[in-house]
């Protein structure tokens, strides 16, 4: 993801870091650099969850005020713990069908041939659903950690 946004900001500059600081620990970020000009925070646990916050998909975030602006930078930690997820667990079903299905249909199934050719379609199936978890679920994390940001920011500028 590595997003990053520079904002005019005129308002008061400590107000604005409380603003992000109190949003930071509320979503359950470890503060990691507090100073007059600048917070930085990361998020530990798992940004998949449903009970997780939207802004902890943008692990680490970084916010920098200088002269009449900030920037705020987000990592893409989520995105790639959830890639890592969708490649394990994917290998995990193919391994499972492949060996287990393979040999329960082995014994069982009329003809070894269509048992071979019955893994090889369920294998198949699984390569083909692979790309799509790859793009969907990574863009849906990507998203809701733009718009959470985008939200700090406007929360930062309107408040302050």
Request: proline share 3%; glycine share 10%; with cysteine.
């Amino acid at each position: 993801m590595d997003y990053e946004r520079s904002v005019e900001f005129a308002g008061d500059r400590r107000k604005a870091l409380e603003v992000a600081q109190t949003t930071f620990i509320q979503a359950g970020f470890r503060i990691e650099d507090v100073s007059d000009s600048s917070i930085s925070a990361r998020y530990e646990g798992s940004a998949a969850s449903r009970r997780c916050h939207p802004l902890c998909s943008a692990s680490p975030v970084a916010i920098e005020i200088s002269g009449r602006h900030f920037i705020v930078t987000g990592g893409d930690d989520a995105v790639r713990q959830m890639r890592r997820f969708i490649i394990r667990l994917m290998g995990a079903f193919a391994a499972f069908y492949g060996v287990g299905m393979g040999i329960l249909l082995a014994f069982l199934g009329p003809g070894f041939e269509k048992s071979l050719m019955s893994v090889g379609i369920i294998l198949g199936l699984m390569l083909i659903e692979l790309p799509i978890f790859l793009v969907v679920g990574p863009a849906t994390v990507r998203r809701r950690a733009t718009q959470a940001l985008d939200t700090l920011i406007h929360n930062m500028t309107v408040l302050c």
